[in-house]
């Protein structure tokens, strides 16, 4: 922002405090009069230059139209505005009146005489308004309420529809079809725009990010929203601790947190966060280290461009959160011990391959045990994604992360037979069963091997 509009802005504010008292008082006893209304026919306009009559009414101009400009000096589009309808007057004089009004809280009316005088401006001016520009509303400057020769008001507009084509079409045939009503909102500059409502609510942004604390009476989701190519257009995350950053890590993958791709920055050296603070009990590591609290974050992107998961959830996303919190995350490449998923045979794909139409996971329950409905064993899964399974067995935290590098594709419907605990999530406070697991993928010729990988980790600097 250029010296200039900062000192604009910053006369805007002084004024603002400095007249905005008086002019309340005079606005509660003052009517606001709205398009099809009448003016008061006796209403001195105020203090007026250039003009021989000092006490000058509406009735003043019955008979022409009248056009009040609300204007300042320091208003650069007011100075064109003001030559513009300079040259109207000097063409359709006869039948319409353009009178420019200076508001108080805008100048002293001393300023607008030495103004005009060094520009040159001799036309009629009302100044230090208050009566005017509370009978008529406005933020935005200049501003224009055409009035009739009978005293109603038949149009308010911006400096768009101030032309000759206009001006012509109104005097030939009464009509305002040109004049384009002014959209003015009520905003309150000492508040943040559209916070609550403050300039009204924003319909189409072009993007807007938003982070809160948790918001009582929603629930805890994810959602991503795409367009019909799976571009995506918005992203919320309600009710989340410090989980948002695991969802930045994972690409929103839905896979459980993992203890062993989380570490804690101390004085350079990184420490793993401890498996106790996963547990039930305590099983958000990075709220108990740092912060301990929920939030609620939305982002509504662009929809003129194209923009990728891996640029929204590691660049937009990571960089938002990391503006505000006390400490911040990075996401590295380290080397770390890993379960890499391989094929023992080239024949895997078709011992997996789907026979079934209907996506279907079957659970048992184990002997003695009553929790979620009988979901204590993943038994098998039916016409379901490869990469969904992969991320399946992701899901323990307690367990290195799982690599595969079998080469099958993550789209690949596959039917599968596993029997994975999961004792009513109580897979969360235990390891995968890694012997199991690798029985299970043995007939289907996959195995899992533990060997060190490259591997993305989340990493929590104190700041």
Request: hydrophobic share 40%; charged share 25%; glycine share 6%.
């Amino acid at each position: 922002m250029s010296k200039h509009i900062w000192l604009i802005s910053i006369a805007i504010l002084f004024q603002l405090l400095v007249f905005g008292q008086s002019s309340a008082k005079n606005i509660s006893k003052t009517s606001i009069i709205q398009i099809g209304q009448k003016v008061p026919s006796g209403m001195v306009l105020g203090k007026m230059l250039h003009s021989k009559n000092p006490s000058v009414t509406f009735g003043n101009f019955r008979g022409k139209w009248l056009v009040l400009d609300f204007w300042a000096s320091w208003c650069s589009p007011c100075m064109t505005a003001l030559r513009t309808t300079d040259s109207l007057e000097t063409e359709f004089g006869r039948d319409i009146t353009f009178l420019p009004v200076s508001e108080l809280r805008n100048q002293k009316g001393e300023d607008v005489r030495k103004f005009m005088e060094q520009k040159n401006l001799h036309f009629k001016t009302v100044i230090n308004d208050v009566k005017l520009a509370a009978m008529f509303p406005h933020h935005i400057i200049p501003h224009y309420v055409w009035i009739d020769r009978e005293g109603v008001v038949r149009a308010i507009t911006g400096m768009e529809p101030v032309n000759a084509k206009n001006v012509r079409d109104l005097l030939a045939t009464h009509s305002t079809a040109g004049l384009k009503t002014k959209a003015d909102r009520d905003f309150n500059m000492f508040v943040p725009m559209f916070f609550h409502g403050n300039g009204g609510h924003v319909d189409n942004p072009v993007y807007q990010t938003i982070l809160t604390d948790s918001v009582e009476g929603l629930p805890g989701f994810i959602s991503p929203l795409r367009d019909s190519l799976g571009n995506l257009l918005a992203f919320g995350e309600m009710n989340y601790e410090l989980e948002l950053y695991f969802t930045a890590l994972t690409l929103n993958r839905t896979v459980t947190p993992n203890a062993k791709v989380i570490f804690v920055e101390k004085d350079g050296v990184l420490q793993k966060t401890p498996d106790s603070l996963y547990r039930m009990t305590e099983w958000r590591p990075w709220d108990s280290l740092v912060l301990g609290k929920q939030y609620a974050y939305s982002v509504i992107l662009p929809r003129d461009r194209s923009i990728s998961d891996s640029i929204f959830y590691r660049e937009i996303m990571l960089n938002d959160l990391n503006h505000f919190f006390p400490f911040y995350c990075t996401i590295e490449k380290k080397r770390i011990p890993c379960w890499v998923m391989i094929r023992v045979n080239d024949d895997a794909e078709s011992l997996i391959q789907t026979k079934s139409n209907d996506s279907m996971w079957y659970w048992s329950s184990l002997p003695g045990k009553d929790t979620h409905g009988g979901h204590d064993v993943l038994d098998s899964m039916h016409h379901t994604p490869f990469g969904v399974m992969v991320d399946f067995l992701r899901s323990y935290p307690f367990t290195d992360p799982i690599v595969d590098e079998s080469g099958i594709s993550h789209s690949f419907n596959i039917d599968f037979e596993i029997h994975a605990k999961r004792e009513g999530d109580d897979a969360w406070n235990k390891p995968l069963e890694i012997a199991m697991v690798r029985k299970a993928l043995n007939k289907y010729h996959l195995d899992l091997v533990n060997e060190p990988r490259d591997y993305d980790v989340l990493i929590l600097h104190k700041r």
